[in-house]
């Protein structure tokens, strides 16, 4: 029997069943990754001595009746994660010798919960971009295209889910980092609500590995399946034990509904920055007829639903003033003189991200403000509403694109350029009120290529839009192996 594209949740019950073993399936991932792996370089650093000595460690734990949610099962971890005894390098050369002492937290809960390491998976340099490409590691295709990109900075995990290499990923998200690359590649990616998910270790090279609040970014699960979402997701949360200590819990709330008549949706597909392309819109149209079909409450229109581009405009500012932290004195100096020479009129995305690099401490608390204006209208829209559907980038994946000028990149929508940077306006949308959104496959581009949907849902209501998201797989399909995977 072939497992290397069934489920994590197939995967534990035939552990426990004794129908494999987790040598096998650890066995039988290396050999896949040996195989493909060369012409898609998603796994970056290999790790699979360690691998078949924690497969021999979890049968020998099966055999003694431990039931662990993960045990047995292949994963891997984005390369930004720490790893002991594994290099962590973000992608930047100088750090290839750069060896952490201990696990991220999410590293050892994943180990704590019985899984299998295999690796780490490919970044962007620094994990700033959509695309997954850095001087380190070389270039991470998608397996649907490789002339084009899996997305980025979980590229590498995503296309490793895509191949079949381990059933399951951890990344991390602040510009839809887990939901493009989940779209890109077919597969599904989580960002849960800000703050739910601990992200001590996922830290960069030369920073100590502290349990810092962050803004904006969070940790996630990656999956093929919605539950598998789900499964890693219960893994994951809570907070970190150094803050909180070890008897802290948290527990999620159940989703709203468990039938997709019960749902009430709102359906945004239009965003008044970038237009949405013809593939991405039918999706997000094919989604909502089989809501329709099915009984759901879906609608087109809400005057609860915050200002889109205000919105934007926000987040822009507010991911891009995270984005300097380390720029030299010199680069800051000439970004103020650039900001100060913009016309007070021009309202524009490229105006808000060199404002928003420049900003000074009262600037941001003024944002900030404005950003809880906006959590109380999402809280206000999901009385009335459980979940928002809508794109996670308005393209199927992109051609790899390797000017490292990110600013000057341009996107193509349907034979027309726009900036790079505008299509995070739709990650945004969840990022900036710290949202969880599921990204979900939902069909095929005339090209062949994987398209997605985004679904947002209520603050620590993470639950409801993974069940959503299960829910449609019944309906409309859910992740299917590309050729490359054959």
């Known amino acids: 029997m072939e497992w290397h594209h069934r489920s994590a949740e197939d995967l534990v019950t ?21 195989r493909d792996d060369p012409a898609t370089n998603a796994i970056c650093v290999p790790d699979f001595d360690r691998a078949r000595d924690a497969a021999h460690a979890a049968d020998q734990a099966l055999a003694r009746g431990e039931d662990r949610p993960l045990l047995g099962v292949p994963v891997t971890v984005k390369e930004s994660y720490d790893v002991a005894g594994l290099p962590t390098t973000w992608g930047l050369p100088e750090f290839r010798d750069f060896m952490p002492a201990e696990d991220a937290v999410q590293v050892s809960r994943l180990k704590a919960a019985g899984a299998v390491v295999l690796g780490k998976t490919n970044v962007p340099l620094g994990l700033q971009g959509l695309q997954s490409s850095n001087p380190a590691y070389g270039t991470t295709s998608n397996p649907w295209d490789r002339t084009r990109t899996p997305g980025g900075s979980s590229g590498g995990s995503a296309a490793a889910l895509a191949l079949g290499f381990g059933a399951l990923s951890i990344g991390s998200d602040i510009g839809g980092s887990l939901r493009t690359p989940a779209h890109f590649c077919g597969v599904y990616g989580h960002k849960p609500t800000l703050g739910l998910v601990a992200n001590r270790g996922m830290t960069p090279p030369d920073a100590p590995a502290l349990p810092v609040d962050l803004d904006l970014a969070v940790v996630g699960p990656m999956a093929r399946t919605a539950r598998d979402l789900a499964l890693l997701l219960d893994v994951m949360a809570g907070p970190d034990p150094l803050t909180y200590g070890k008897a802290h819990t948290l527990t999620l709330p159940p989703a709203r509904h468990e039938h997709l008549r019960d749902f009430r949706v709102l359906v945004v597909d239009d965003h008044p920055c970038i237009p949405t392309g013809s593939a991405v819109r039918h999706a997000v149209d094919q989604v909502a007829d089989v809501l329709v079909s099915h009984g759901a409450q879906v609608e087109r229109n809400s005057p609860l639903l915050p200002d889109l581009k205000e919105a934007a405009t926000l987040y822009t500012k507010l991911l891009f003033s995270g984005s300097v932290a380390r720029f030299p004195v010199s680069a800051l100096d000439e ?57 996670v980038t308005p393209t199927p994946a992109f051609p790899h694109d ?26 945004g949308l969840a990022t900036m009120p710290g949202l969880p959104a599921t990204a979900a496959p939902a069909g095929r581009s005339p090209e062949g290529l994987p398209v997605g949907v985004q679904l947002i849902g209520p603050a620590f209501e993470d639950r409801t839009p993974i069940r959503l998201a299960e829910l449609l797989e019944h309906q409309i399909g859910g992740f299917e192996p590309p050729p490359a995977a054959a």
């Open 14 to 34: 035939a552990l426990r069943a004794g129908k494999v073993t987790a040598k096998e399936l650890t066995e039988d991932a290396i050999a896949r990754i040996e």
């Open 335 to 391: 970004l103020r003189t650039q900001a100060a020479a913009l016309h007070p009129d021009d309202q524009g995305l490229d105006a808000a991200r060199l404002r928003g690099m420049v900003m000074s401490h009262r600037d941001w608390m003024e944002a900030n403000n404005l950003r809880e204006r906006h959590r109380h209208a999402w809280r206000r829209l999901f009385t009335e509403f459980d979940v928002v559907l809508c794109p």
């Open 402 to 427: 390797h000017n490292p000028d990110l600013l000057a990149c341009r996107l193509d929508i349907d034979g027309v350029d726009h900036p790079f940077f505008d299509q995070l306006v739709w990650a």
